[in-house]
């Protein structure tokens, strides 16, 4: 979907500023451009912010998901192994 980085408000002159567009899946548009946007909202981020390649939205992202996505590429997290039991 396209996200309209600043939120337009009905501004028909924001609304078309496709500078201003990002692609987006439906998780990071309903999930981590809400959480920017009330950031947004209350002072605590900048427009800059908004993007969704952001410091702050990549912090965002990488605490809501449900897997690791560092070391092993993908898997679900998991304490280390010791091992087959014998």
Known sequence: MTDHVEPHKGDRDRFWNRAMWQPACAWHHDVIK???EVMFAK???????????????????LAELP?????????????????PAF
């Open 43 to 61: 002072g605590e981020i900048v427009v800059a912010d908004l993007w969704l390649d952001s410091a702050v939205a990549v912090r965002l992202t």
């Open 34 to 36: 809400q959480t920017l």
């Open 67 to 83: 897997v690791d996505v560092g070391v092993g590429g993908g898997q679900k997290s998991m304490p280390p192994s010791s091992g």
